[in-house]
């Protein structure tokens, strides 16, 4: 059995800063590709950011230059650094990883953590 356990998030006022960061534990061979995912209300769910195992990233536009993904690759820990948070950040932010166990490879997610942006 694989988890993923998300931490950080809440609310701040626009233009400060947020710190995510998700584990996983578990049952693990491998973790391959680690990414943060957001969904606003009455909207779909949408990448925010991806990193390889060999640490390459890829952001959504919206987030370039604002958001900074990374990985602990002993930890199986991902995170996401957000900096001048806007209102239209505001979102439930999921975080995926690609994980290998004894059993098959497959896609776990995490619970979610509530990110609110005020104005």
């Known amino acids: 059995q694989v988890q993923l356990v998300e931490s950080g998030g809440g609310l701040v006022q626009a233009g400060g800063s947020l710190s995510l960061s998700c584990a996983a534990s578990?049952?693990?061979?491998?973790?391959?590709?680690m990414g943060w995912y957001r969904q606003a209300p009455g909207k779909r769910r949408e990448l925010v950011a991806i990193i390889t195992s060999d640490d390459r990233t890829h952001y959504a536009e919206s987030v370039k230059g604002r958001f900074t993904i990374s990985r602990d690759g002993v930890k199986n820990t991902v995170y996401l650094q957000m900096n001048t948070l806007k209102p239209e950040d505001t979102a439930v932010y999921y975080c995926?990883?690609?994980?290998?166990?004894?059993?098959?490879?497959?896609?776990?997610w995490g619970q979610g953590t509530q990110v609110t942006v005020s104005s």
């Open positions: 578990g049952s693990i061979i491998r973790v391959n590709d």
């Open positions: 995926n990883a690609d994980i290998n166990t004894p059993q098959a490879l497959r896609t776990y």
